[in-house]
């Protein structure tokens, strides 16, 4: 039963999270129970107070008359044991049970030290025996004279019922005689039992009405705002077509409207966004190759004068090593733009092969030494001495190395950038590791656009295309990899290249964190943890 309770609250706390028609329903199903439940006991009290006091006043005037009547009747008797008392007394209580119209109601009298007087006399004893009325009883034997009245629930021979007992004392010789009636409430209880079932069926069908009216009109205000999330999924999802039926002319209908009028904008704007894209692509695909014949005749005459350096005069040299340099750059540059190119029209292609990629690792650094020299930089590599062996296009992985190797050492300041290889079950991570300027915080995110650069003001060694991490991240993504960067000022950056050891395999972790272990344990130090 506990578990069917929490899985009903679970779904409930659900519907309330998610639908605002659940809610809106729901608060005014509580709010109306509680108005009306209000109502209801308020009707019902007043009710039943009105009912009784016309009870109790019909009922107090038949006493004090029944009171005055007795008391004329036994005004002769100035002695407690007059023999004649009794039969007296026996008298008039059938005078006064007369005088009820009540068939099922009793009159008492009492006196002390004598029997008790009470009509019906059909069952033996008298009802005022019963505990239940010892508080009027001791009222009326009081110092204080008056009618008082008691309701209490009795059995006086048809099973238990609601009863008004009213009393009051009648001063016949030295000792006073208590007067009781015993009255039924059997009439003015179902009366008031019909009128809280009358009041509570009505309030329960007024809360349910209530919730009804709540639910069809919240619904009118939900259904629209329900199609408009619909529609803008069915957008974002690249539906642009996609458009919300305009009914009538009230608010929810000019949100259709202004809803329809964005999505047509928006789609305007996308498709004239792409088509810009598109041509932007192909201009820069064409410039591309276009620049390819020219530059190859530049790139012969300008290896014809470089060679011949040594016969021209030095401010001569020194232009062919130059236009050597720049050619060197501008062909890069058509390189990587070529390749932007194929990847932003959607034709790269991974050539992935198994790969034992500890010789690629060795051979970014070999090739990178003479760079590293250059700028006084340490360049080490610690790489696994078994094979590490990988699903992967050699030729990517190595531009990317080659890429986050490079720009290790050139914004190295000086000091050591350490590249390590590492594997585990199912991927395999490089991780490149400086200790220069670093990055501030967002910067991690924004190394990946393309030419964007830290420090623009900043003198370069190597003339880099700004497209270098930019290609990289693209290759990492064609092997449903990661490329990561993670940076602090002061503190250097590192980079980390994680690939699926098989193609096609889905990445859930890295073997190498991407914050360096001295980073974390500059970071804990500064808290007071462990690291």
Known sequence: MSRRVRRFWAVARRQWRRSLQFRVVGITLALSAALVLAFAYTVASLISNGVLSGKIDQSKSMVDTGAGYAMRELSGFTQADDPGLDPSLNNVVTQLYGSVNDQEAEVVMLRRGGPPAFWPRARKGTVMDDPQVRGIRTLVVGSKSGIYEQIATLDIGDGLQKYLVMGTAVPVGPVPIELYYVIPLKTEDGLVQFTGAVVTGTGIALVALLALIAAMMTRLVVTPVRVAARTAQRLSAGLLDQRMVVRGEDDLAR??????????????????????????????????????????????????????????????????????????????????????????????????????????????????????????????????????????????????????????????????????????????AVTVRDHGVGLKAGEEKLVFNRFWRADPSRARQTGGTGLGLSISLEDARLHGGWLEAWGAPGKGAQFRLTLPARSGDRLVSSPLRLVPDDARADEAALIGETP
Do not use: W, Y
């Open 255 to 428: 949100l259709a409207a202004a809803f329809n009028q964005m999505a047509a904008n928006l789609q305007r704007q996308i498709v004239r966004l792409e088509e810009m894209s598109r041509l932007q692509r192909r201009f820069t695909s064409d410039v591309s190759h276009e620049l390819r014949t020219p530059l190859t005749t530049v790139r012969m005459a300008a290896d014809l004068l470089f060679s011949s350096r040594e016969d021209f005069d030095p401010a001569a040299a020194r232009s062919a090593e130059l236009l050597q340099a720049e050619l060197d750059r501008f062909e890069g540059l058509l390189t990587d733009l070529l390749e932007i190119s194929r990847f932003d029209a959607g034709f790269a292609a991974l050539d992935a092969e198994p790969t034992d990629l500890v010789p690629v690792v060795r051979r970014v650094g070999d090739q990178l030494m003479s760079l590293a020299e250059r700028c006084k930089v340490e360049l080490r590599v610690v790489v696994p001495e078994t094979e590490v062996i990988a699903e992967v296009d050699p030729r990517r992985v190595e531009r990317v190395l080659r890429n986050l190797v490079g720009n290790a050492v050139e914004h190295g300041e000086g000091k050591p950038v350490v590249v390590t290889l590492a594997v585990d079950g199912s991927a395999v």
